[in-house]
């Protein structure tokens, strides 16, 4: 199978996630273009939005997507959209976006150990969407009174929504889900996975992940990912970050790609980010959007 034609920026995934991976879409396709891995797999072991992931799914760059997420939130989420479709997409037509709403669906995320997966996923789903910056122990997009000039509502556009969760479910049959540690995922599958795999690494930011999410990465968390990423050498891989001198060091020796993206989490600015590669991923020769300060270097 051929690749597809490289996309441009489309939004694949229902959800809204900090950081605004999706916009990598196109260069992580350049980057299967580039190492000639058309039909290969592709993990993401710290899913979220997994809108990378999906975008070379829909575009047929990949085979088959991996997609693993710890929190069992977003589990929850994407374990709804690819296994009770029908029951997601009725909730979502169905349920009336109030702030009463939102407040039932907080209350189901302070129990999500012993919520029920459906009920966890659109709860999951809802505040997302409503959510400022899609960050779910964020606050509500307008505030509770509803007096800001942007509404609860202004993100969830219901009839766009499930069109994308429809979708992604006909895609399910190439879709691996799971649910656990990164590092235990990838320890678990590397093994079964055919050596064009290309592997690609979001991890919690180093420095405001604490913010941005439920389960975020102390230093150690960081340094013990980047001993596992660096015994990864039967594959291709990428690892993004924000840039910063002890995520730098711990990556040593790997090309580089450092640039900024455009995001909106708490404030709308530019975050400087850096990509490391592995030694056998040779990166585009051509620079695609989005990276609007992005240099090369070699370690």
Same mark, same amino acid.
């Given at each position: ?30 980057? #299967?273009? =580039?190492?000639? %891995? ?9 899913? &979220? !939005?997994?809108?990378?992931? @999906? +975008? ?65 996923? #659109?709860? =999951?789903?809802? %505040? ?9 122990? &964020? !606050?509500?997009?307008?505030? @509770? +009174? ?154």
């Amino acid at each position: 199978m051929p690749c597809g034609k490289i996309s441009s920026v489309e939004y694949y995934s229902p959800l809204r996630y900090p950081g605004g991976k999706g916009k990598l879409a196109p260069f992580v396709e350049s980057v #299967f273009e =580039t190492n000639n %891995l058309c039909d290969a797999y592709y993990v993401e072991p710290f899913a &979220g !939005g997994a809108s990378v992931a @999906l +975008s070379l799914l829909v575009n047929e760059y990949a085979r088959r997507i991996y997609i693993n997420d710890l929190d069992r939130s977003i589990y929850a989420f994407w374990h709804s959209v690819l296994n009770e479709t029908e029951a997601l997409c009725r909730l979502i037509r169905n349920t009336p976006v109030t702030v009463g709403t939102w407040k039932r669906q907080k209350q189901i995320q302070r129990n999500k150990q012993t919520a029920d997966v459906l009920s966890l996923g #659109f709860s =999951t789903f809802f %505040l997302n969407r409503t959510n400022r910056s899609g960050i779910l122990n &964020g !606050g509500i997009i307008g505030g @509770l +009174s509803q007096c800001d000039r942007w509404k609860i509502d202004a993100r969830y556009n219901k009839p766009e929504l499930i069109k994308r969760i429809e979708r992604v479910a006909f895609y399910r049959h190439r879709i691996h889900l799971s649910n656990t540690d990164a590092t235990q995922f990838v320890s678990k599958i590397r093994n079964h996975l055919p050596p064009g795999t290309l592997l690609y690494f979001d991890p919690p930011y180093y420095v405001k992940g604490r913010a941005l999410y439920h389960n975020y990465f102390l230093h150690e968390d960081h340094k013990g990912l980047s001993d596992l990423v660096r015994d990864l050498t039967a594959y291709h891989w990428i690892v993004s970050y924000d840039n910063t001198p002890e995520i730098r060091k711990m990556y040593t020796g790997f090309k580089r790609l450092q640039y900024s993206l455009h995001y909106c989490a708490a404030s709308s600015r530019n975050g400087h980010e850096v990509m490391f590669f592995s030694e056998k991923t040779k990166r585009p020769r051509k620079i695609t959007t989005p990276f609007p300060m992005a240099r090369r270097e070699a370690s």
